[in-house]
């Protein structure tokens, strides 16, 4: 029986809604907490026993919600929720890992629930581990094949300073201060870069550590970072993000 729900989900509207749903088809059920970060997610799962579910946003206000399960375990089952990412659909949908898109309809919320009630803990856990490991890639991404005239050219991952994405059209700009397109949205490059090497800095940007010329404070807490020098681009780290970065920089 699922009572104790946790929520997390950066955007107001769309927890109001899980919330508003969660009464009508779960009535004696309670919303323990609505987090909006990984940051505060991270706290939370190693301060508090395990709810009966979560519901996780896929995209965070500092990241995507995987990094949460690379830094604490979590052993209770996960309805994820998201607006985009169809190839994710698939890889959720493959592992047996309830995944639902937004606005989530209470139809849906309702067979999820119903059906994580049927399953055992064992299973939900082996379905996480499966799907974590399907979009974790063991070889990240060394170069994209791009059409190029009438033909294809190859730009090496390596000889990225940043990706942005404006107008919803992700742009690659090259240490040489060249650019590309690149298919991809900032999502998708995120799960198939290497996180050692690449730092996703906000919604609008992706960053190679080798492009970074200086980090400033910034007020409220945030960080302002001065990336390759021929960059247009204002690149500012959240709060909740700057601890996290901090720690990238210096591993």
Known sequence: ????????????????????????????????????????????FNTHEKPDVVMMDVRLSDGLSFEIFEQVNINCPIIFTTAYDEYAVKAFKYNSIDYLLKPVEQEELLTAFTKLEALSVDSHQKSLEGLLDFLKPKDFRSRFLLPYKDGYKTVQVSDIAFFYSKLKITRAKLFSGSEETIPLTLEELELQLNPKTFFRANRQIIIHIDAIQQVHNYFNGKLKIDIEKNADIEVIISRDKAGLFKSWMDY
Do not use: G, Y
Request: aromatic share 2%.
């Open 1 to 44: 029986m699922i009572e104790k729900i946790l929520i997390v989900e950066d955007e107001k509207p769309n927890a109001d809604r899980l919330e508003r749903l969660i009464k009508v088809i779960r009535p004696k059920a309670t919303v323990l907490e609505v987090l909006d970060s990984i940051s505060d997610s991270v706290i939370w």
